[in-house]
């Protein structure tokens, strides 16, 4: 019986509960401060403030003081009882030994047990619940009485008082089960709405992992080419570093050859010598006239003169014509392997527009005031200052680079020989072409398709664009050659005609740098 009377003591006046984080009003009076503040809160707006307990006034929000003391008693008596959901819900009546309760009370704040629900009062205020701990919590903070109704304006559940006396005087009011039921309704909406979005996200995790696995597969074909590649450009490389040091090593044991050589001569030579100095010493001139004759002496000399003249210098220019030779067979080698076949771009007058000169080497294209009086035909752009390439690409890979420098209004880019030649969408990132497009006063350039643009993060920190085709993977990408070169955006498509060069430039001019072999 003690430990129930400490428990009343213990439980804070609003939620009926043992205090958490107790906090006191300057009447004295104790509460949750959670219990306390909502207490409050439901008090702005009118003539002031009270305490729950003794309806004490205040003019202004009191403030509110921790009783540390008070919170020490009530978390020592919390650890010294049974756990609650191990204990569940007893009986408030049966006192004596716990008896699990079948209902709870929310008018009486009691649970019950069978025997006490047969004897407990079957008016209509007695609400009945499933057997609770905290039955408080289906009553107003403010009157303590059973919440009814639901505010509309505050989106808050109200009793009967709130409505009369309260501070929902006025309010549009609902019952709880039709408010209910429209929040259920809205949370199905809702919840149709998440599921809607989950399964479209699905179905980009599951487009993009099949993306990924695409490019894995490529990526990983191309690494296992490139690998290949390189391993043969070592194997080949080392072979020519092999023949090209076995060379100059042969040209310099040329020297100790003919040295050899003249070692030998220098030998005859001292040999003969002797031999004549004998024969001259010789009295007897019979022996002297008889001995063979030296002549060949002067001929072995020129021999040896001519093989050492034949010897000379190191031949660093044989040296240097074996090495670039073997590298130019290497290079001439792999150019089918990572080396991008070279796209040499004309630019095709027939395509030109009136208001574009075409420079003689039909490389650069300049904006014009004066009409170039070229004949109207099917094939010639009338609407924008454009001119497409001569030359098309239906299979490969290819790239070209263009000279923006001198202009600050062009697009360049990729177009199908069927694109509109007088409407709107014949300019170049209308629906049959694909399009860089030059900056705005901010710098902002862009990426063109279908007429539709993306705005580029940054600006081009460069006066030379790359255009880079892969006709079979269905890329067109742009690349800013900067230092290192930048990728700026990469179109994916399926292409279904040839591919031409296209330019649109409308002050200035900008000139095609030409295709070139290369990564």
């Known amino acids: 019986m003690a430990s129930?009377?400490?428990?009343?003591?213990?439980?804070?006046?609003?939620?009926?509960?043992?205090?958490?984080?107790?906090?006191?009003?300057?009447?004295?009076?104790?509460?949750?401060r959670v219990c306390i503040e909502r207490v409050l809160d439901s008090q702005e707006g009118s003539a002031g403030y009270s305490c729950p307990e003794c309806r004490e006034k205040y003019k202004e929000r009191p403030g509110l003081h921790r009783n540390i003391a008070l919170r020490n008693i009530a978390e020592r008596f919390l650890s010294t009882q049974p756990d609650q959901e191990e204990a569940g819900v007893h009986c408030t009546y049966c006192v004596d030994s716990p008896v699990p309760a079948v209902m709870s009370c929310v008018l009486c704040d009691a649970s019950l047990c069978d025997n006490h629900l047969r004897v407990h009062s079957k008016?209509?205020?007695?609400?009945?619940?499933?057997?609770?701990?905290?039955p408080e919590t289906r009553k107003c903070s403010v009157h303590k009485k059973i919440l009814e109704y639901y505010c509309t304006e505050d989106a808050s559940c109200v009793c009967v008082s709130c409505t009369v006396i309260g501070g929902h005087v006025g309010h549009k009011m609902m019952s709880l089960d039709e408010a209910s039921e429209e929040k259920k309704k809205k949370l199905r909406n809702d919840l149709q709405t998440l599921m809607t979005d989950e399964k479209e996200a699905e179905k980009r995790v599951q487009s993009l992992e099949e993306g990924?696995?695409?490019?894995?597969?490529?990526?990983?074909?191309?690494?296992?080419?490139?690998?290949a590649l390189f391993r043969d450009l070592r194997r080949r490389l080392e072979e020519l570093e092999k023949r090209v040091l076995s060379d100059i090593t042969k040209r310099v044991q040329h020297y100790d050859d003919i040295i050899r050589q003249l070692e030998i001569k220098k030998a005859e030579l001292s040999r003969k010598m002797r031999h004549i100095e004998e024969l001259c010493h010789m009295t007897d001139p019979l022996t002297v006239l008889q001995e063979s004759d030296t002549g060949d002496l002067c001929d072995t000399e020129d021999r040896h003169d001519k093989q050492l003249h034949d010897g000379g210098d190191l031949d660093v220019a044989g040296i240097s014509h074996t090495l670039h030779t073997g590298l130019a067979d290497i290079m001439s080698g792999v150019t089918g392997g990572i080396y991008i076949q070279p796209a040499d771009i004309l630019l095709d007058v027939t395509t030109a527009s009136n208001n574009l000169h075409i420079s003689d080497d039909r490389k650069t294209a300049s904006w014009s005031h004066i009409e170039q009086n070229r004949p109207e035909t099917p094939e010639r752009f009338q609407v924008f200052p454009q001119v497409l390439s001569s030359r098309s690409f239906s299979s490969g890979q290819h790239?070209?680079?263009?000279?923006?420098?001198?202009s600050d209004w062009w697009i360049v880019g990729m177009c199908y020989p069927s694109i509109d030649r007088r409407g709107g969408q014949s300019r170049i990132g209308g629906n049959k072409s694909w399009g860089l497009v030059s900056g705005d006063d901010d710098n902002q350039y862009s990426v063109r398709h279908d007429s539709e643009d993306i705005q580029l993060p940054d600006g081009i920190p460069s006066d030379r664009v790359r255009?880079?085709?892969?006709?079979?993977?269905?890329?067109i990408s742009f690349y800013a050659l900067c230092d290192p070169i930048r990728h700026l955006?990469?179109?994916?498509?399926?292409?279904?005609?040839?591919?031409?060069?296209?330019?649109?430039?409308?002050?200035?001019?900008?000139?095609?740098?030409?295709?070139?072999?290369?990564?």
Request: proline share 5%; net charge negative.
């Open 212 to 227: 990924r696995r695409k490019a894995q597969e490529k990526a990983d074909g191309e690494a296992e080419r490139v690998t």
């Open 4 to 32: 129930a009377d400490l428990s009343e003591e213990l439980e804070c006046p609003v939620c009926l509960t043992i205090y958490t984080d107790p906090v006191m009003l300057r009447c004295g009076h104790n509460f949750c």
């Open 399 to 406: 790239y070209w680079e263009v000279d923006v420098g001198g």
């Open 467 to 475: 255009i880079y085709l892969d006709y079979e993977a269905g890329q």
């Open 489 to 519: 955006h990469t179109f994916t498509a399926t292409f279904t005609e040839p591919l031409h060069a296209g330019l649109c430039v409308w002050d200035g001019c900008i000139k095609i740098s030409g295709g070139s072999q290369g990564v």
């Open 123 to 134: 008016a209509p205020e007695h609400v009945l619940c499933a057997p609770t701990t905290s």
